[in-house]
């Protein structure tokens, strides 16, 4: 099992930056595919990012080549580095544990409680 706690959102001009980090708990959180998801108002939780226990990743198109998704297992912690933020980025962001590697949000089991991101233009 893992449990899951966001930090690091807020409030950014667009063309910002903001580093959210996802502190985990449990004994076998390297063995998590980890994800960002997000969702904006009026709109479906997506997909964001992914990363498997070694470090592959894949990207929705939208923020691919803006965000950086990776981990530190040692400190248990994922984060995602989001650079040249745009409004239409706004959303609650949330992390979640997968014990596959996949994009599907079905497939993740454990979920943080999501943090703010409001990009202002």
């Known amino acids: 099992q893992v449990q899951l706690v966001e930090s690091g959102g807020g409030l950014v001009q667009a063309g910002g930056s903001l580093r959210l980090s996802c502190a985990a708990s449990g004994r076998t959180f390297s063995s998590y595919a980890m994800g960002w998801f997000r969702q904006a108002p009026g709109k479906e939780r997506e997909f964001v990012a992914v990363?498997?226990?070694?470090?592959?990743?894949r990207y929705s198109d939208s923020v691919k080549g803006r965000f950086t998704i990776s981990r530190d297992n040692a400190k248990n912690t994922v984060y995602l580095q989001m650079i040249s933020l745009k409004p239409e980025d706004t959303a609650v962001y949330y992390c979640a544990a997968s014990a596959t590697w996949t994009q599907d949000q079905t497939r993740f089991a454990y979920w943080g409680q999501g943090t703010q991101v409001t990009v202002s233009s």
């Open positions: 990363i498997s226990w070694s470090g592959t990743t």
